[in-house]
């Protein structure tokens, strides 16, 4: 079965994320939502997503009203890659954006002080594969070696990932060359043969499958990344200090979909084609994530530890650090 729940029981994420509401200085959610929301201090805000699942949560809490009945708009706003939202982010032109982990960590490694206040999506087998075109020559990972892959972002999730399965063949970072370019792009950059492979996610597997016949080479969320923690929201910390009452409204919102997400596959199915690329007959089929109900520091803390495995962090920051109960 492609589509798995959430690990954790959800009406305890639900809780785990109200809780981390009430650490923001929130009103309680009781009384948030007797008041219509009111208080906010700031009634509307714009939040970066990209059009892949992982950001399900976010629209169908939009269409279903969970955030109005907080007294909060929420605008989405289309973005490339965690790196480049997080200097949106940082720049002021959005005020929450969805990231993966290792943008994250990355940019807190820097010195920008970000807070995690939900998680979005999490790996399962199959939902972040390395595509090569139909024919390739390349068969195994081994194979890769003098190659050129196509990611997202550069110094990311992606070349995470697909450096965790080279290691597993012999090779290292340093025996391929990343090329950074949009999902939608990669398809026509492996029949140009710009590229030799691609690391992807769906829509973007599935189409490319069948579109162009490209096939799977290996699937980069196994062994060390197997069940890895992809994407969460994040908002500066002074976001957080000045606006508390706008994040735990956005929050409660979030958590009321991200249990939908969890829960409810065909729910997610309806709304992928209102935000992405592709049709409800390839929403039906493709290989989906699961959808976490809570913040998990250990689990989060799995993306820190592998990074400083892979000298991307020269040590490990502590997940506990950049969750709003930190302070709480």
Same mark, same amino acid.
């Given at each position: 079965?492609?589509?798995?729940?959430?690990?954790?029981?959800?009406?305890?994420?639900?809780?785990?994320?109200?809780?981390?509401?009430?650490?923001?200085?929130?009103?309680?959610?009781?009384?948030?939502?007797?008041?219509?929301?009111?208080?906010?201090?700031?009634?509307?805000?714009?939040?970066?997503?990209?059009?892949?699942?992982?950001?399900?949560?976010?629209?169908?809490?939009?269409?279903?009203?969970?955030?109005?009945?907080?007294?909060?708009?929420?605008?989405?706003?289309?973005?490339?890659?965690?790196?480049?939202?997080?200097?949106?982010?940082?720049?002021?032109?959005?005020?929450?954006?969805?990231?993966?982990?290792?943008? &994250?960590?990355?940019?807190?490694?820097?010195?920008?002080?970000?807070?995690?206040?939900?998680?979005?999506?999490?790996?399962?087998?199959?939902?972040?594969?390395?595509?090569?075109?139909?024919?390739?020559?390349?068969?195994?990972?081994?194979?890769?070696?003098?190659?050129?892959?196509?990611?997202?972002?550069?110094?990311?999730?992606?070349?995470?990932?697909?450096?965790?399965?080279?290691?597993?063949?012999?090779?290292?970072?340093?025996?391929?060359?990343?090329?950074?370019?949009?999902?939608?792009?990669?398809?026509?950059?492996?029949?140009?043969?710009?590229?030799?492979?691609?690391?992807?996610?769906?829509?973007?597997?599935?189409?490319?499958?069948?579109?162009i016949g490209a096939q799977k080479l290996a699937d980069t969320m196994t062994g060390p990344t197997a069940d890895f923690p992809i994407a969460g929201v994040v908002v500066t910390e002074e976001f957080l200090a000045k606006h508390p009452k706008t994040v735990a409204a956005f929050q409660r919102g979030l958590a009321k979909a991200q249990q939908i997400s969890a829960s409810d596959r065909k729910a997610v199915e309806e709304i992928l084609p209102?935000?992405?690329?592709?049709?409800?007959? &390839?929403?039906?089929?493709?290989?989906?994530?699961?959808?976490?109900?809570?913040?998990?520091?250990?689990?989060?803390?799995?993306?820190?530890?592998?990074?400083?495995?892979?000298?991307?962090?020269?040590?490990?920051?502590?997940?506990?650090?950049?969750?709003?109960?930190?302070?709480?």
């Open positions: 079965m492609r589509f798995r729940l959430a690990s954790r029981a959800i009406v305890i994420g639900v809780a785990a994320v109200l809780a981390l509401s009430a650490c923001g200085g929130s009103e309680p959610a009781d009384t948030a939502q007797a008041s219509g929301g009111g208080g906010l201090e700031k009634a509307e805000i714009t939040i970066g997503a990209l059009p892949i699942p992982d950001s399900a949560a976010l629209y169908i809490a939009n269409k279903r009203g969970f955030f109005k009945e907080e007294g909060l708009t929420v605008n989405i706003e289309t973005v490339q890659g965690g790196a480049q939202a997080q200097q949106s982010l940082m720049g002021g032109s959005l005020d929450a954006t969805q990231t993966n982990y290792v943008s &994250t960590f990355l940019a807190v490694s820097a010195g920008n002080k970000l807070k995690i206040v939900a998680d979005l999506y999490q790996a399962t087998p199959n939902s972040f594969n390395i595509m090569v075109p139909k024919d390739s020559p390349i068969k195994t990972p081994a194979d890769l070696k003098g190659k050129k892959i196509a990611v997202n972002s550069k110094r990311n999730i992606g070349t995470l990932s697909v450096t965790s399965v080279l290691k597993a063949h012999g090779l290292t970072e340093q025996d391929v060359t990343f090329l950074e370019f949009p999902f939608p792009d990669m398809a026509g950059k492996l029949q140009q043969g710009v590229v030799d492979a691609a690391w992807m996610t769906e829509p973007h597997l599935t189409a490319v499958q069948k579109n209102t935000y992405t690329k592709i049709d409800a007959a &390839t929403a039906a089929v493709i290989t989906l994530g699961s959808f976490p109900t809570s913040l998990d520091e250990t689990r989060l803390q799995r993306v820190s530890d592998l990074m400083v495995e892979q000298g991307y962090l020269k040590s490990a920051i502590p997940a506990k650090t950049i969750l709003p109960d930190s302070n709480g």
